[in-house]
């Protein structure tokens, strides 16, 4: 039987800029030197659901987009990625009007959602100016597309500036390339938002809040470097739909969503050290840091407020002092957020996430070391899987079984350690399903997860000594401390469950 044709796909790489900004990545002199050809257009596109957003739910989106007398229906459908580059299923035909023509649905991503077309209506329309350039680069064909674009949904109308570098030929490898020569013109964001997803938050007035990781779905024949790449697009997307929620507000759980996109990210780059080693990696890591530690300080003080301060209202509550320690930490705590938000909006805080998209898709590792390099990056990462799950445990179990001798910096390393299995397990936890690993898998980030809390309140009490050394910090501190031998007794119950349980790799 003859294999079925793939759907036509488009592959681009989004990149966010303020509108009065796009001008000058336009001036950028590879696209006026070497461009074959400068058109605008004025696009009007309305975009149709149901009012339940039947089709959204599914992953699918439909419009119809007007430029000039001519009209384009398009249905697109999202589809998992290795790549940082977006990657999704596309269907183009040209229609009579602006409404949908559902006989040319027909094997399309939405030909099964027919069933619902007396319910599909016009949700929300984007206009867009456009600005069009097709340059060669390297041995890609890309475009360029700047857009200046405004929404306007039920609810609102929100404007943005966005940058669209699509491959008509090529590798995805060079559109990084691009955007990172085109980066000096202005700083690019680096952007996973479709306007389709824009459009449906103006259409509800609904303004997304934390944003928790997707599960990583890998496959046991899948080679290393491929894995390594779907994790560390996970992780990107993570950060940055977390990132453009703290610069709309300060808000503390995007921040903690953003630091542990962070970690998840620098516990990857760990996990295949071997298979990404190249003379980018350690620098990476080290701006991947720098990174996490801006953010940690307003997170540390939002926690030392929640966890400790506001708690000891009731005992300290008509003391004055105590009511200018609580004042003075919340205003080094919208100190810290406003640093936060500043650095998250700094040319080098966007130049270092698409510096890092370009090394996760592009960089030396992918092609040097020789032989013993291309065979670890080509090697199927279930076995890579299962020898470092099971070395980190190894790790786990050895430094945790004398918690109650640890000093608090030692304990702390062992949290450390907790957190990079914990991240390992959700990563390779698709590798592992027969043979009750299922089952075994949710036991393991159960106790993981436990003994991870119960150590990070031990780290608080820990850092909490170091605060503030005022009198009523000192009293605060003292009743924390009080928790410790119940806390350290917790640790020992939840680390020897750890330890009991059947490793859930293993057949």
């Known amino acids: 039987m003859q294999a079925r044709p793939s759907p036509p796909q488009e592959v681009e790489l989004k990149l966010e800029a303020m ?46 987009r007007r430029d000039g007398e001519r009209r384009i229906q398009t249905i697109k459908a999202a589809r998992r990625s290795n790549s940082v580059a977006v990657a999704r299923n596309e269907w183009e035909h040209e229609v009579e009007s602006d409404s949908p023509d559902y006989a040319l649905a027909k094997g399309t991503a939405l030909e099964p959602l027919l069933e619902h077309s007396d319910r599909i209506e016009p949700v929300f329309h984007v206009t867009t100016e456009r600005r069009l350039r097709d340059i060669a680069y390297g041995d890609s064909a890309i475009e360029v597309a700047a857009d200046s674009c405004t929404i306007e949904g039920k609810e609102r109308t929100t404007s943005f500036g966005e940058l669209e570098l699509e491959l008509k030929d090529g590798t995805p490898a060079e559109l990084f390339q691009l955007a ?60 940055m739909a977390n990132e453009a929620i703290v610069r709309r507000v300060p808000e503390a759980d995007a921040v903690h969503q953003m630091r542990v996109a962070l970690r998840r990210l620098r516990a990857a780059i760990t996990l295949f050290k071997a298979v990404v080693e190249d003379e980018r990696r350690d620098p990476i890591r080290a701006e991947l840091k720098w990174m996490a530690n801006v953010l940690g300080e307003a997170r540390d003080l939002d926690v030392y407020i929640t966890t400790v301060l506001e708690p000891a209202r ?194």
């Open 180 to 239: 990172l020569a085109l980066s000096t013109a202005t700083p690019l964001r680096l952007s996973f938002k479709t306007k389709a997803e824009r459009g449906y938050e103006a259409a509800s007035g609904e303004q997304p809040t934390r944003i928790k990781a997707a599960p990583v779905v890998l496959k046991r024949k899948m080679t290393s470097a491929t894995a390594f790449q779907t994790i560390a697009a996970s992780c990107l997307q993570h950060l």
């Open 314 to 507: 009731d005992r300290f509550g008509t003391d004055q002092s105590y009511k200018s320690l609580l004042a003075e930490y919340q205003k080094r705590r919208d100190r810290a957020y406003d640093t936060a938000r500043e650095t998250i909006s700094s040319p080098r805080f966007m130049t270092s996430v698409l510096e890092t998209a370009a090394w996760i898709e592009a960089g030396d590792w992918l092609e040097g070391g020789g032989k013993a390099a291309r065979k670890l990056r080509t090697r199927p990462v279930a076995i890579l899987a299962g020898e470092e799950l099971g070395r980190r445990r190894k790790k786990i179990i050895k430094r945790g079984r004398h918690l109650v001798e640890l000093d608090p910096e030692e304990r702390h390393q062992v949290r450390i350690e907790i957190k990079k299995l914990r991240y390992a397990t959700e990563f390779f936890e698709s590798l592992f399903k027969g043979g009750g690993a299922k089952k075994r898998k949710r036991k393991a980030l159960s106790a993981l997860e436990a003994l991870q809390e119960t150590l990070g309140e031990l780290n608080d009490i820990a850092v909490g000594s170091h605060m503030d050394s005022s009198p009523t910090a000192d009293a605060i501190h003292q009743e924390q401390i009080t928790r410790v031998d119940g806390l350290l007794a917790d640790a020992v119950g939840q680390y020897q469950k750890l330890a009991s349980l059947e490793p859930f790799w293993r057949s």
């Open 19 to 64: 509108p009065s900004e796009l001008g000058r990545v336009l001036a950028h002199p590879l696209l006026t030197e070497r461009s074959d050809s400068a058109r605008t257009q004025t696009l009007h596109s309305t975009y149709f659901d149901t009012p339940d957003h039947t089709l959204r739910q599914a992953g699918i989106s439909l419009r119809v």
